[in-house]
């Protein structure tokens, strides 16, 4: 591939992907209430999951296509970094973590169209005791399933493979110095949010901090479209 090529290709996906975060926001946040419905009882989510099934549907499947772009975004960005050599291995480093972010954000969210319907069709047929035992099962399942997808996935491993791709545009001489503080931030904030890993209840900072990661990828995609012009 073309380095100017290269560098739209990373930069048109940087955007595309941190702008279809939106979708799911819109969708589920009507639908549903999330994120903020994500710390609510089963009593509460599993009828809306219910009521609200096709909507839920479209929402996650959207999220989960905005989640499995995260590794190739990444990839391509290291790899307009990176030009016609071999990647370093900070950046081979910054594309593993970001696989592994990718793996654990989809396990964590596929929960939602595949066991949690499935719960919600039981939790509405079930009696007062079947209620519980299936309450019991989702609060369960959804503290793993979350910890797994959003402390590991959304914020831990994705905090370290942009804070090895913030080193890496560092050393580049020809990255504006605004961008790599921006990616460090960016870095710091989702560290930050995977202390909810040890019990911290840190839902205040998601929003602000997620909207840093967008603005992020959005600069660093209009970077990289405005560097394909001279490479």
Not at 19 to 32: D, E, N
Request: net charge positive.
């Amino acid at each position: 591939m073309q380095p100017s090529t290269l560098h739209r290709s990373a930069g048109s996906l940087a955007i595309v992907h941190a702008l279809m975060f939106f979708i799911p926001l819109g969708v589920l946040g009507a639908a549903i209430g999330w994120p903020a419905n994500l710390d609510l009882p089963a009593s509460h989510n599993l009828p809306l999951l219910l009521s609200q099934a096709p909507m839920v549907k479209l929402g996650y499947s959207v999220y989960l296509l905005y989640s499995l772009l995260f590794f190739p975004v990444i990839l391509l960005i290291s790899r307009a970094i990176a030009g016609q050599d071999e990647l370093p291995l900070l950046l081979k480093l910054a594309v593993g973590f970001a696989l592994l972010s990718t793996l654990a954000r989809c396990l964590g969210i596929v929960r939602w169209l595949t066991v949690m319907p499935t719960l919600a069709t039981q939790y509405d047929a079930a009696d007062a005791t079947g209620k519980l035992v299936v309450s019991s099962v989702y609060t369960a399942f959804n503290a793993y399933a979350g910890g797994v997808g959003e402390v590991l996935g959304v914020f831990l491993l994705a905090a370290t493979s942009v804070a090895l791709l913030a080193s890496a545009l560092w050393g580049r001489s020809e990255v504006p110095r605004w961008l790599c503080w921006m990616a460090w931030a960016t870095a710091l904030g989702l560290f930050f949010l995977s202390l909810e890993l040890f019990g911290l209840n840190l839902s205040t900072f998601i929003a602000p901090l997620s909207v840093l990661y967008m603005m992020w990828m959005v600069c660093t995609g209009i970077y990289l479209l405005r560097r394909a012009r001279s490479v």
